[in-house]
């Protein structure tokens, strides 16, 4: 599977962003796809993950929650990541990711997934 994440950018705090993650190489709709992102000097961390088939499963990292909404498009191998009422503490590379496993229910750890993307930069300012 090659990702490729787009939609990143400057934003004011309180403003919105959309990502989207397209993949390409191998059925997308039967693997689990998750977000993440990478502040400058501190560890990549987990932002959110969408389950295979419809995805009616989501899930958010409490810093994120009720701000951030994932949702797939089977039809058109993409997962996006709608951002809203950001922070300046949302600034980071985001990095969309899917599982190596068809049928395996997503995770938030990083290493439960085997493709990622090459990430695009957010920025929010104060």
């Known amino acids: 599977v090659q990702l490729q994440a787009f939609g990143g950018g400057l934003v004011q705090a309180g403003g919105s962003l959309r990502l989207s993650c397209a993949a390409s190489?191998?059925?997308?709709?039967?693997?689990?796809v998750g977000w993440f992102r990478q502040a400058p000097g501190k560890e990549r961390e987990f932002v959110s993950y969408?389950?295979?088939?419809?995805?009616?499963?989501?899930y958010y990292a409490p810093s994120v929650k009720g701000r951030f909404t994932i949702s797939r498009d089977n039809a058109r191998n993409t997962v996006s990541l709608q951002m809203n009422s950001l922070k300046p503490e949302d600034t980071a590379v985001y990095y969309c990711?899917?599982?190596?496993?068809?049928?395996?229910?997503?995770?938030?750890?990083?290493?439960?997934?085997?493709?990622w993307g090459q990430g695009t930069l957010v920025t929010v300012s104060s």
């Open positions: 190489g191998r059925t997308f709709s039967s693997v689990a």
């Open positions: 969408i389950n295979w088939g419809g995805g009616s499963s989501t």
């Open positions: 990711a899917a599982s190596g496993f068809e049928y395996r229910l997503a995770s938030p750890n990083p290493r439960e997934y085997a493709y």
